[in-house]
C-alpha cells in the first residue's frame, strides 16, 4: 500500500505525458528495425548508428522517469511545499496560488495551514495555454472539495479576482512557462503586482536550463535563470532569493517594492541605460 501511494502520482504523470513515452517506444523499435535490416543485408555502418539510438532513447527514458518522480510525487522534490518555506509563510497568513488546475498542489499546502486561507485562482484557458498534457492533468484532479481554509476562484491571466493591493504573497508553480504567447507572462506578473501589497512576496518555481536537463534532450525547451530574473525586474519587482531543486526546477523569491523603492529603481535603471 505504501508503494501504491508512493508512486501514485508518478503514475498519473506518466500518463498525463503518455505522447512521450509512445514517442520512445517507437524510437527504440525503429532502431532495432535498423539493427535487424543492417544485419540482413549486411549494412554494418548503420548497425552503431541504432545502437547509439538505443542507448541516447533509453539513457532519456530513464532520466524522464526520474524527472517525472522528483517533480510529482509526494515522496519527490515538492516545489510548492519548498516555494512555502521560501516565502516564510506563516500559517494564519493567507496566500493566493495562481494555477492551470492543479487542485492537488493547493489541497497540500491548505493542510500546512490553521487560521490561515489559500485563494486558489485557476487561470487555464486552452487559447492561452494549449499544452495537452494540461487537459490530461486536469481531468485527473480531485474536485474542489469544501474547506474552510480554500477559496477557489476562476479568472483570466489578465484580469485577477481580486482588488488592489490587497494581498501579501502569490505563489506559481510552473505557470508562467505555459503561457505561450509573447508578453503573456509579464502581463500576469504585472497583474499579480497590482493586487498585491508594497513588500508582498511573490514566489515561482519553473525549470530552467542547466547541463542535467541539456543531456535529458528536453532542456532546451526552457528558459535560463537569468531570463526569469529578468523578467521579475521588467515587471516591477524586487529580486530576492533563489533555491536550486537537484537541477531540476528553481525557486525564485521576490518583492513588490514601496513606493519610494519602485521610485529609486526606477531612477537607478534610467541612470544606467
Known amino acids: 500500500m505504501h508503494n501504491e501511494r508512493r508512486f501514485q502520482e508518478t503514475i498519473r504523470a506518466i500518463?498525463?505525458?503518455?505522447?512521450?513515452?509512445?514517442g520512445i517506444y517507437g524510437g527504440i523499435v525503429l532502431c532495432l528495425i535498423i539493427i535487424g535490416v543492417s544485419?540482413?543485408?549486411?549494412?554494418?555502418?548503420?548497425?552503431?548508428?541504432?545502437?547509439?539510438g538505443i542507448i541516447l532513447l533509453?539513457?532519456?527514458?530513464?532520466?524522464?522517469?526520474?524527472?517525472?518522480?522528483?517533480l510529482y510525487d509526494n515522496d519527490g522534490i515538492r516545489p510548492h511545499d519548498v516555494l512555502f518555506d521560501l516565502g516564510q509563510i506563516q500559517d494564519t497568513e493567507?496566500?493566493?496560488?495562481?494555477?492551470l488546475g492543479n487542485r492537488r498542489r493547493g489541497l497540500n499546502l491548505a493542510r500546512r495551514l490553521t487560521t490561515g486561507k489559500i485563494?486558489?485562482?485557476?487561470?487555464?484557458?486552452?487559447?492561452?495555454?494549449?499544452?495537452?498534457?494540461?487537459?490530461?492533468?486536469?481531468a485527473g484532479m480531485p474536485m474542489a472539495v469544501p474547506d474552510p481554509r480554500i477559496t477557489w476562484k476562476d479568472s483570466q491571466f489578465n484580469l485577477l479576482p481580486l482588488p488592489d493591493q490587497s494581498v501579501s504573497?502569490?505563489?506559481?508553480?510552473?505557470?508562467?512557462?505555459?503561457?505561450?504567447?509573447?508578453?503573456d507572462q509579464e502581463i500576469l506578473l504585472r497583474e499579480i503586482y497590482r493586487i498585491m501589497k508594497p513588500?508582498?512576496?511573490?514566489?515561482?518555481?519553473?525549470?530552467?536550463?542547466?547541463?542535467?536537463n541539456l543531456t535529458l534532450l528536453e532542456g532546451f525547451s526552457f528558459e535560463s535563470e537569468q531570463y526569469w530574473r529578468q523578467l521579475l525586474k521588467e515587471s516591477g519587482y524586487q529580486f530576492q532569493r533563489e533555491?536550486?531543486?537537484?537541477?531540476?526546477?528553481?525557486?525564485?523569491?521576490?518583492?513588490?517594492?514601496?513606493?519610494?523603492?519602485?521610485?529609486?529603481?526606477?531612477?537607478?535603471?534610467?541612470?544606467?541605460?
Open 15 to 22: 500518463q498525463n505525458e503518455w505522447p512521450t513515452f509512445v
Open 39 to 52: 544485419l540482413q543485408r549486411m549494412w554494418f555502418a548503420f548497425i552503431p548508428l541504432g545502437l547509439a
Open 58 to 70: 533509453g539513457i532519456y527514458f530513464a532520466g524522464r522517469l526520474w524527472a517525472i518522480y522528483q
Open 94 to 99: 493567507t496566500l493566493v496560488y495562481v494555477d
Open 119 to 138: 485563494i486558489m485562482v485557476d487561470i487555464y484557458n486552452p487559447q492561452w495555454t494549449p499544452g495537452q498534457h494540461l487537459v490530461r492533468q486536469r
Open 169 to 183: 504573497i502569490v505563489m506559481l508553480c510552473q505557470v508562467l512557462s505555459e503561457l505561450w504567447q509573447q508578453g
Open 199 to 212: 513588500n508582498g512576496r511573490l514566489l515561482i518555481a519553473e525549470r530552467v536550463q542547466n547541463k542535467t
Open 243 to 273: 533555491i536550486n531543486l537537484q537541477n531540476l526546477i528553481h525557486c525564485f523569491r521576490a518583492i513588490k517594492p514601496t513606493p519610494y523603492e519602485a521610485q529609486q529603481m526606477a531612477l537607478e535603471l534610467n541612470f544606467e541605460s
